[in-house]
């Protein structure tokens, strides 16, 4: 037993314990609480004292070289080595079950009744959460979140706060996200199948970790608020040290517009000012980059000169900065964005570009079953949202690369669909969007609904494919999302 | 109810949380992260865990929850330590241990998971549901995590045991 007691002993000669009086100052003192800040580190006298007591006993070698996953000093930094991820495995971290189809008289039903949809996947504070939507009887769909418990099990939250089990086809969830103790998750909600094509963008709130929610109606600017086919349609929302920002567009029947919302606390929200009344921008994303908020989108409705734009906000979206990541405006082809990720150094963000009058996006039946259009798979890296590089051009058949997620060994760049072999496409890249290499996907290949992080690590929701689950229950794969996480070995 | 009432009301039972979570969030973290981020990371969660004890005090796992929290602080710290790194010196401390030599070395080339669990289990006794509960893992990872990180230390240090 030397070893064990050794371990134990490193430990706790390394770190004193916290009394509760410690506690109890850092807590009362500003901006503390600790977890959901994302300002300098506080009470500098209470860290310096620890760092004092711990150079005193002299295991300043414990200190991690500064990455996601913990390295001692001096010993290789594997965690930005692409090699990293060679012999990395994916753990299956649970499965997402849908409701409806197995509620009484499910049997009776047809079709993709239950069908579930995984937009987002999110690691917050309190939780792993994911948001999307499930079929209804009617054929439309319902708001849907789920956190993953601690047994790999995942619990849906919310009970009425995000509607009954009517659908519309026209709701959508967009993402979550948390601050001072607040979830907030951000979509649209639809009117009734069937009824007019008009949305609601939403936000839906709970301070007490997704026990309970509460729905508030993101208000509407008075062009769009005047017009009785006014709709909505929710991008993405982002927490940061200035509130909750919310992204999408807004149509007033006749044209459609970028529109951007923020908060300070998740339950009170205005309008923020986000391109003009002119604009034409599919919104696509928005992350958080140290404490800058970055929307990313693209411009021109995909008509020739449609360009990949960024937008940075240092004021919780009181204003916005534009940035170009192309110089495509300038010619007769189009480019945009399809997904951006923010990781340790910087943010990525994949794309497309096209020569000539091609209009077709990635991703698009039209696309995939036209090799002949010129499209080239871009992708952009900065640093901070105001300035982007291009970085090496992806060679790619078929569609393409379309999300990006970033995790502890770098960014995982992954295609929404599979191959003929069933394997789906991941590449992974190191932390400055630089060297890449191609990755193994989860047992069982099927599609990728989603990417995201989770404790550090890039996870996936996968479509349960025939060898996945070793079901070809059509029903069960369509109601069933299993989700991963790459660990490297 | 305000949450500085609660604190007030309930003084007593954040003090028992705190009793029995204290140490494993503290070793658990600093198993993760490493000294300086580790320790802070667990101060940090459990000050949270103080601020906002009312909702915390209703979660099923409120040492899970705050272990999340004191990680994502701590992986918060280590982005910007890096970046201080890259842009001047790196302290060159060399360990001061009376353990067995080398187990700091080997201790580092383990996965954080596998860190965490050796730590946790091998080290603290902690069961495997319980370690489970405070990492977010399944029971199966934690014990792989265990059996791979404690045969790979062995290998490492050279002992049978």
Redesign the interface.
């Known amino acids: 037993?030397?070893?064990?007691?050794?371990?134990?002993?490193?430990?706790?000669e390394?770190?004193?314990?916290?009394g509760?009086d410690?506690?109890?100052g850092?807590?009362q003192s500003p901006g503390?609480?600790?977890?959901?800040r994302?300002g300098p580190?506080?009470l500098l006298v209470?860290?310096a004292v620890?760092?004092a007591v711990?150079?005193a006993?002299?295991?300043?070698?414990?200190?991690?070289?500064?990455?996601?996953?913990?390295?001692?000093?001096?010993?290789p930094d594997t965690t930005t080595d692409p090699a990293s991820f060679a012999g990395a495995e994916w753990?299956q971290?649970g499965s997402i079950e849908g409701e409806l189809a197995s509620a009484p008289g499910a049997e009776e039903r047809t079709g993709g009744i239950g069908a579930l949809t995984i937009n987002r996947l999110r690691?917050l504070?309190?939780?792993?959460y994911a948001v999307g939507t499930e079929q209804a009887r009617d054929g439309g769909f319902v708001a849907r979140v789920w956190r993953?418990g601690?047994?790999?099990t995942w619990d849906r939250l919310g009970g009425e706060a995000f509607g009954d089990d009517r659908g519309s086809s026209r709701t959508a969830m967009a993402g979550i996200a948390e601050r001072d103790?607040t979830v907030v998750a951000a979509g649209q909600l639809g009117g009734p199948t069937g009824a007019p094509q008009q949305t609601e963008p939403t936000a839906w709130w709970s301070?007490?970790?997704g026990?309970t929610w509460h729905a508030v109606t993101l208000p509407l600017s008075a062009d769009a608020e005047s017009s009785a086919e006014a709709g909505a349609n929710v991008a993405g929302i982002a927490a940061g040290p200035d509130g909750f920002v919310v992204v999408g567009f807004v149509s007033d029947g006749r044209f459609v517009r970028p529109a951007a919302w923020r908060s300070d606390n998740g339950v009170e929200w205005e309008v923020a000012p986000f391109g003009t009344s002119t604009d034409r921008v599919d919104v696509i994303d928005i992350e958080v980059m140290d404490d800058r908020y970055v929307v990313v989108g693209t411009t021109g409705a995909y008509q020739p000169g449609s360009a990949a734009m960024a937008w940075t906000s240092t004021d919780g979206g009181h204003s916005w900065t534009p940035s170009d990541l192309d110089d495509i405006a300038s010619t007769s082809g189009t480019s945009g964005i399809t997904s951006v990720a923010a990781g340790?150094d910087g943010l990525l963000a994949v794309g497309y570009r096209q020569a000539g009058d091609a209009t077709s996006v990635p991703g698009s039946e039209a696309t995939a079953s036209e090799p002949g259009l010129d499209v080239d798979h871009v992708l952009w890296f900065s640093p901070d949202g105001l300035t982007w590089v291009e970085r090496a051009p992806l060679d790619l058949p078929g569609p393409g690369i379309t999300m990006v997620a970033a995790g502890a060994g770098g960014f995982l760049l992954t295609s929404l669909t599979s191959t003929d072999d069933g394997q789906v496409v991941i590449d992974q890249l190191t932390t400055d969007g630089t060297d890449r290499q191609v990755v193994e996907s989860p047992p069982g290949g099927a599609s990728m609904a989603t990417t995201g992080t989770v404790?550090?690590f890039v996870a996936a929701v996968q479509e349960m494919g025939p060898s996945a689950g070793g079901t070809t229950d059509v029903r069960e794969r369509l109601t069933t999302r299993q989700v991963w996480r790459l660990?490297?070995? | 109810m305000s949450d500085q009432h609660v604190q007030t009301t309930t003084a007593g039972t954040?003090?028992a949380f705190?009793a029995d979570a204290?140490?494993k969030l503290?070793?658990a973290l600093?198993?993760?992260?490493?000294?300086?981020?580790?320790?802070?990371a667990?101060?940090?969660?459990?000050?949270?865990?103080?601020?906002?004890w009312a909702?915390v005090a209703?979660?099923d796992?409120p040492a899970?929850?705050?272990y999340?929290?004191?990680?994502?602080?701590a992986?918060?710290?280590?982005?910007r330590?890096?970046?201080?790194?890259l842009a001047g010196a790196?302290?060159?401390?060399?360990?001061?241990?009376r353990?067995?030599p080398g187990?700091?070395?080997a201790?580092?080339?383990l996965?954080?998971?596998q860190?965490q669990a050796?730590?946790l289990v091998?080290?603290?006794g902690m069961t495997h549901a319980e370690t489970?509960?405070l990492l977010?893992?399944?029971r199966s990872?934690v014990q792989n995590h265990v059996e791979r990180g404690?045969a790979r230390?062995?290998d490492d240090?050279g002992?049978d045991?």
């Open positions: 037993m030397t070893l064990e007691r050794d371990i134990a002993g490193v430990i706790d390394t770190a004193d314990p916290i509760v410690e506690i109890r850092r807590a503390a609480g600790g977890g959901d994302r580190a506080p209470a860290a620890v760092a711990v150079a006993i002299g295991v300043f070698a414990w200190w991690p070289s500064g990455n996601d996953t913990s390295v001692v000093a001096g010993l753990e971290i690691e504070p309190s939780g792993l993953a601690n047994d790999e103790g301070d007490d970790a026990a340790p404790d550090g660990e490297p070995s | 954040f003090e705190c204290e140490p503290r070793r600093v198993g993760g992260f490493g000294a300086e981020h580790g320790r802070e667990a101060a940090e969660a459990l000050a949270h865990g103080w601020k906002h909702r209703a979660m796992n899970g929850y705050l999340t929290v004191g990680a994502r602080w992986r918060r710290q280590a982005r330590r890096r970046r201080r790194l790196e302290p060159t401390v060399t360990w001061g241990s353990f067995e187990l700091e070395a201790l580092g080339g996965s954080r998971r860190r050796v730590v091998a080290g603290f489970a509960d977010g893992l399944s990872s404690m230390l062995r240090l002992v045991q």
